[in-house]
């Protein structure tokens, strides 16, 4: 929803429901005198409109509505014996001193409308996925995993910006339905990470929901640890150098996401035994994993797995690294790398499925290359 404001004038007239352009237009035709009151709706608080202005020239009022009225650059001055200050909607006196005030709240600027403009964007996007999995969930005659539903929206074209982390975010939506709408969701839990349309939710029994919502819960936390990781990559789908492009994608079809820069921790692996475990704190994975290709190791490994902590952002962005972590989410998510590593025989949950945030590994680009000329040069060879 746009943000709104009104202008008050003297004799008590108030004109409500402008937008930043047309006051921005009010100012540079100078209807609006430095000491009118601008108030944006619904806050209930009045200022001088020259703190909107900040200059005596009416041609300086359009750049100073977007720039923000801070202490270093307004000078306090006595506030008026007349605490109601009401003034006319008349040309303003370009010769008069303004006289800043106390600091006040700057009108909405560029920056700000377009902040709107993507949470507005995002609640859009956040429909077009709930429809595309209630389409999937409609024509399926079973509850499906979120990967599954996931294939088949990037399948069918359901949604078109897929981004890097369409599985996070098929299930993020709908553990948040469930979480948040109980029994009123679209959707059940059907088993771990297994999912149905609710066809009867209005029926739907408050104590399961709330017990499915708690499970869930204690899942979708352990994301806030282990953001992203990878098993068992190979070595030779990558071309090393000192920082050397760690490729995965989600699914087929999705955003790339490079995670040289990640930190957490890593196994290397001759072919299935685990050979050395390590950790990339001061120094990004990428780089962990290059030093072990001229290292005594470098001989020695042909795979590796990895277990990364900072978040990757939609638009496949590796983030930075939080500040701290809740200590009950610390446990589960130590279980579910050890689970996901090792791979034990007894454990049947994996990892306390953290599908969502695993990653296939793509080839780097150059090592393609490198191999489409090997292929013909060799071809060349032979005639």
């Not at 009118?36 to 020239?57: E, F, P, R, V």
């Not at 640890?225 to 071309?239: A, D, L, N, V």
């Not at 990004?284 to 490994?301: C, F, M, Q």
Request: aromatic share 8%; with cysteine.
């Amino acid at each position: 929803m746009a943000v709104t404001f009104s202008v008050k004038s003297q004799d008590g007239k108030i004109v409500s429901n402008l937008s930043v352009a047309e006051v921005k237009r009010l100012f540079d035709e100078g209807k609006i005198n430095d000491h009118d009151m601008i108030s944006k709706d619904g806050s209930g608080q009045w200022n001088h409109a020259y703190k909107y202005k900040g200059a005596n020239s009416k041609n300086d009022s359009s750049r100073q509505l977007n720039k923000p009225i801070t202490p270093a650059s307004v000078s306090p001055s006595p506030k008026p014996e007349n605490n109601t200050q009401e003034v006319k909607l008349i040309p303003a006196d370009s010769s008069a001193q303004i006289k800043p005030e106390e600091e006040t709240t700057a009108l909405p600027s560029c920056a700000e409308e377009s902040e709107t403009q993507a949470r507005s964007n995002a609640r859009e996007s956040k429909t077009k996925w709930i429809e595309a999995i209630k389409k999937i969930l409609i024509s399926s005659s079973i509850p499906l995993h979120y990967n599954e539903i996931t294939e088949k929206i990037i399948s069918e074209g359901l949604c078109k910006n897929i981004g890097a982390t369409p599985s996070y975010t098929v299930k993020r939506y709908i553990t948040a339905s469930i979480r948040d709408d109980g029994a009123f969701s679209p959707f059940i839990r059907a088993g771990r990470g297994i999912f149905a349309l609710n066809s009867n939710f209005f029926d739907k029994n408050a104590e399961d929901s709330e017990d499915s919502t708690s499970e869930e819960k204690a899942t979708e936390e352990q994301y806030e640890i282990i953001t992203s990781f990878g098993m068992f990559w190979r070595k030779e789908f990558i071309e090393w150098n000192s920082m050397p492009k760690i490729l995965g994608m989600q699914q087929i079809g999705s955003k790339t996401v490079d995670f040289c820069k990640q930190l957490g921790i890593y196994l290397l692996y001759d072919g299935r035994e685990v050979i050395y475990v390590g950790r990339s704190t001061d120094r990004p994975l990428g780089k962990r994993l290059y030093e072990h290709t001229i290292d005594r190791l470098s001989a020695r490994w042909d795979r590796f797995s990895w277990f990364g902590l900072l978040p990757v952002s939609d638009d496949g962005q590796i983030g930075a690294l939080p500040d701290s972590y809740k200590a009950e989410n610390l446990i589960p998510a130590l279980e579910a790398i050890l689970i996901e590593a090792l791979e034990p025989r007894q454990n049947r949950r994996r990892g306390d499925d953290l599908a969502a945030v695993e990653y296939l590994q793509k080839v780097d680009p150059e090592i393609e290359k490198k191999r489409i000329k090997a292929t013909l040069d060799a071809a060349l060879n032979k005639l």
